[in-house]
Nanobody, 118 residues
Framework: QVQLVESGGGLVQPGGSLRLSCAASRITFSRYDMGWYRQAPGNQRELVATISSGGATNYADYVKGRFAISRDNVKNTVYLQMNNLRPEDTAVYHC????????????WGQGTQVTVSS
């Protein structure tokens, strides 16, 4: 079955950086649009950033200029570089994979906790 395994979360001080990774297996990775979403306690899951199968990127306004999404189609991995982190970035970050043509082929990872606190 499809697996998306996130890593790289942790505790960081405001202004710090983290790099999240999401390793995918059992999908043709290059044919999937990939994304990062986050969910803070009491909040709905929200978009952070996406990268299409062709490499086009999209960011939520609240992370533009601070976060960068990228992908490695050889390693079947998508990354999220997070810089200048703020306390409001604290959340569980989830990886998403959606087939570029068959959108019901949509998968989620378990998530990795990011906590920004002094």
């Amino acid at each position: 079955q499809v697996q998306l395994v996130e890593s790289g979360g942790g505790l960081v001080q405001p202004g710090g950086s983290l790099r999240l990774s999401c390793a995918a297996s059992r999908i043709t990775f290059s044919r999937y649009d990939m994304g990062w979403y986050r969910q803070a306690p009491g909040n709905q899951r929200e978009l952070v950033a996406t990268i299409s199968s062709g490499g086009a990127t999209n960011y939520a306004d609240y992370v533009k200029g601070r976060f960068a999404i990228s992908r490695d189609n050889v390693k079947n991995t998508v990354y999220l570089q997070m810089n200048n982190l703020r306390p409001e970035d604290t959340a569980v970050y989830h990886c998403n994979a959606r087939n570029e043509l068959i959108t019901r082929w949509d998968y989620w990872g378990q998530g990795t906790q990011v906590t920004v606190s002094s």
